[in-house]
């Protein structure tokens, strides 16, 4: 699970107010973490507070996210205020961001984030997208004989899977600051998109 990404800034021992199966989460395989004495249960609410968020974003926008984590190698002392998420990025990618704001005193750490990876069946990953404009920006290159790189998008897109290869063309005749990622024909999902395309820096 990489990319798990563990930035923390506080720390203690936190009162779970919610069971582990919280939010549907059960800590089961592929989220039981592979401990042997049992799931961590300050994992397992940071799984399940991942969960509610992008449940209640599914429901706002017929998607289908959902969470891949968090990483059970890593630790946190328990939180004492309830758990926040919010969207984050990172190498391109969406991720929810876990934050506790406060934990027990004597914890090493006062507060801390963990970010969750999230997975979606009819998710485009952005992965295809960057390389697509990667290998248009090689050819471009090329061509011109000039040294541009395709760039990560400052807020990573979130669209339905192509059912077609990608195309890229520049985003303006006269500038070479942005290329379009194209996809003409979209999978058929809840989230009514027949195509799209997204703009990609190029620097």
């Given amino acids: 699970m990489a990319g798990l990404l563990r930035t923390a800034i506080g720390g203690a021992l936190l ?7 919280a939010g549907g989460v059960l800590c089961e395989p592929p989220y039981n973490f592979g401990l042997k004495n049992g799931p961590d249960t ?8 991942a969960k509610r968020f992008l449940d209640q974003h599914n429901a706002n926008n017929e ?6 984590g968090p990483d059970y190698r890593i630790w946190v002392p328990p939180c004492q205020v309830p758990l926040r998420a919010t969207w984050t990025a990172a190498d391109g990618e ?9 934990t027990a005193p004597s914890a090493v750490e006062r507060k801390w984030a963990i970010s969750v990876d999230v997975v979606g069946k009819s998710l485009q990953q952005n992965h295809f ?3 697509a404009a990667r290998k248009f920006i090689r050819r471009e290159n ?27 063309r520049w985003h303006a005749k006269n500038s070479r600051s942005e290329v ?18 997204v703009r990609i820096p190029v620097v």
């Fill in 15 to 21: 009162v779970c107010s919610l069971p582990a199966w």
């Fill in 42 to 49: 300050v994992l397992c609410e940071i799984q399940a507070t």
């Fill in 63 to 68: 998607t289908d996210w959902e969470p891949f």
């Fill in 94 to 102: 969406k991720r929810v961001l876990v934050t506790c704001k406060r």
């Fill in 129 to 131: 997208i960057l390389e």
């Fill in 142 to 168: 090329a061509k011109h004989k000039s040294h541009w790189l395709a760039w990560n998008p400052s807020e990573p897109p979130m669209v339905p899977k192509c059912a077609v290869p990608l195309s890229v």
């Fill in 180 to 197: 379009d990622v194209i996809c003409r024909e979209a999978v058929e999902t809840a989230w009514g998109k027949s195509s799209w395309r």
